[in-house]
């Protein structure tokens, strides 16, 4: 008969399974030697992961940065925002990023000075469109050539 005890390992601090054989004292009382925790080997990184994931993943992380800043740039010239300290760096990133597109759209002056620019919208729409296109490509690639799919 085989006992199992739950142990943590002590380098991932995960729980491990070990089984152990009782053995009996001169008392007759069970006892379970200690054992050492059955360590699997583990690679550096999850399994199936190749740079083409890491590069998915990087893209997605670039795509998520230029949609927060050029977003925040939409709302903070949306609401009029003072242009200073936090909102001035942003609309500076902003206008940078959405500088290419600046002709395309007339920016719409609403009550006062609020300007509703749909540069900033393109910018946020084309770098999620951009970055979908791109993973698309890379995903394709990485599955490789299979052949023609079954009918």
């Given at each position: 008969?085989?006992i199992t005890q739950r142990?943590?390992?002590?380098?991932?601090?995960?729980p491990v399974?070990t089984e152990?054989?009782p053995?009996?004292?001169?008392?007759g009382?069970?006892?379970v030697?200690?054992a050492?925790?059955v360590?699997a080997?583990?690679?550096a990184?999850?399994?199936?992961?190749?740079?083409?994931?890491?590069?998915?993943?990087?893209?997605w992380l670039?795509?998520?940065v230029?949609?927060a800043i050029v977003?925040?740039d939409?709302v903070?010239?949306l609401i009029?925002?003072?242009?200073?300290?936090?909102?001035?760096?942003?609309?500076v990133a902003?206008?940078t990023?959405a500088?290419p597109?600046d002709?395309i759209?007339?920016?719409?002056p609403r009550?006062?000075?609020?300007?509703?620019?749909?540069?900033?919208?393109l910018?946020?729409?084309?770098?999620?469109?951009?970055?979908w296109?791109?993973?698309g490509?890379v995903?394709?690639a990485m599955?490789?050539s299979?052949g023609p799919?079954p009918v």
């Amino acid at each position: 008969m085989m006992i199992t005890q739950r142990v943590r390992d002590p380098e991932t601090g995960e729980p491990v399974a070990t089984e152990t054989e009782p053995t009996t004292t001169l008392t007759g009382r069970r006892v379970v030697a200690a054992a050492p925790p059955v360590v699997a080997y583990r690679p550096a990184r999850p399994a199936g992961w190749t740079a083409g994931h890491l590069f998915i993943r990087l893209v997605w992380l670039v795509v998520g940065v230029i949609d927060a800043i050029v977003g925040l740039d939409f709302v903070f010239r949306l609401i009029a925002a003072r242009d200073t300290g936090f909102a001035h760096v942003i609309m500076v990133a902003g206008s940078t990023l959405a500088s290419p597109f600046d002709g395309i759209f007339a920016s719409v002056p609403r009550f006062s000075n609020l300007t509703l620019q749909w540069s900033d919208l393109l910018v946020f729409l084309l770098a999620i469109a951009g970055g979908w296109v791109l993973t698309g490509l890379v995903a394709l690639a990485m599955r490789g050539s299979r052949g023609p799919a079954p009918v």
